[in-house]
């Protein structure tokens, strides 16, 4: 597979993630794109003719924009995550609006047991810092690792405080990986390369543009297991993130505040709506997460690998049946999809199932 092609396709106009992996499919990898004629475009679901026209006139400026991006990789030590690799998170593999390469700098797993997104507001009050803290803090317990935009505020009280109490945190980027916004983390942002690291979709060059912060947030949604909101107008870019995180049947958490204070009013809509638990401390997500303690002393590895009830059920499923869509799995079992979506993480961590394109399963 050539990397310099899968790049490439990311550099033409209009050709988004969608529209990138129907042509990879189709083709059979992204360097045939570069061999591909008009009319093999047309073919393809989701191409127009324009835009085939497009494509064929774009893709040779494309591929020198992917020479540079590869000599800035080379440079920086930066990682490429393909979405068709193993080494793709496994958690934003799956959803069709995935992007098709991630840029990576850090140390962190992208695949650890447990994540949780944490965003709120760029003007957090002194409340609002002291329960970010206070929750950070209480999810080291529970061998979380946080992720946030690394934006000023909550998301900056996120990603310190991790750093100080030795958890891994992820920061999703809304440009290239050649920059930090705000420039006042760029101290942390190096702190965080040993405790965590640096993500994005944006190839080197790419500026903090107001659009590319939606797109930030959809992946911060589909990397945590469960999304806080620690205050919040009731408009902006941590409802956007919640929004998200629902439509990816991901739990949803708030913080709650003062009826009149501004920043309160989106996460008190968000629980007076039923579009978020109300929590108070790390404890409350770990009890609807159904989450116990994960113990520092070193594990014996086991032969046999204990399973709860639900997971030794799910196992039954897929067994019987060799392989499940995951719809089908949440029909049987009857359970909300986003505490199924984490009970199969859990059993593919145990190397009991893996899975397939499609969200289905297998025994592993």
């Not at 591929?63 to 490429?80: D, G, M, P, Q, Y």
């Not at 009149?260 to 009013?265: T, V």
């Amino acid at each position: 597979m050539s990397l310099l092609h899968q790049i490439a396709i990311t550099k033409i106009n209009n050709v988004g993630p969608v529209s990138a992996k129907s042509i990879i499919a189709h083709l059979g990898s992204a360097k045939a794109l570069w061999s591909a004629t008009e009319a093999d475009l047309v073919t393809i679901p989701q191409i127009a003719k324009i835009t085939a026209k497009q494509i064929i006139s774009e893709r040779n400026e494309a591929l020198s924009s992917a020479e540079l991006e590869l000599r800035f990789i080379e440079k920086n030590n930066v990682s490429t995550l393909y979405y068709l690799n193993d080494d793709y998170p496994r958690r934003l593999k799956y959803f069709d609006q995935s992007p098709v390469i991630l840029y990576y700098q850090g140390s962190a797993n992208l695949n650890p047991q447990r994540t949780i997104g944490i965003v709120g507001t760029r003007k957090p009050s002194e409340y609002g810092v002291i329960q970010c803290e206070k929750i950070v803090e209480g999810l080291k317990a529970y061998g979380v690792s946080i992720i946030s935009g690394l934006a000023y505020g909550i998301d900056t009280t996120s990603h310190r405080k991790s750093v100080e109490t030795g958890q891994e945190t992820i920061g999703v980027l809304g440009h290239g990986l050649d920059m930090i916004y705000p420039a006042a983390n760029r101290k942390l942002s190096q702190k965080m390369l040993d405790h965590g690291g640096l993500l994005s979709e944006f190839g080197h060059g790419s500026r903090p543009d107001r659009e590319n912060f939606p797109m930030r947030n959809r992946i911060i949604a589909a990397l945590s297991d469960a999304v806080i909101i620690v205050e919040s107008a009731v408009k902006g870019g941590s409802i956007i993130t919640a929004t998200f995180a629902d439509a990816y049947n991901k739990d949803v958490f708030a913080v709650p505040g003062r009826v009149n204070d501004e920043m309160s009013a989106g996460p008190n809509k968000l629980i007076k709506t039923h579009k978020a638990h109300m929590i108070e401390s790390a404890e409350d997500i770990a009890y609807i997460m159904r989450w116990e303690e994960i113990s520092n002393q070193p594990v014996q590895a086991q032969l046999f690998v204990e399973l709860s009830d639900r997971e030794q059920s799910i196992v039954d499923y897929i067994r019987a049946h060799k392989e499940l869509p995951i719809d089908t799995l949440q029909h049987l079992m009857q359970i909300p999809a986003s505490e199924l979506s984490s009970i199969l993480i859990q059993l593919e961590f145990k190397g009991i199932v893996r899975p397939l394109p499609g969200k289905r399963y297998m025994m592993h």
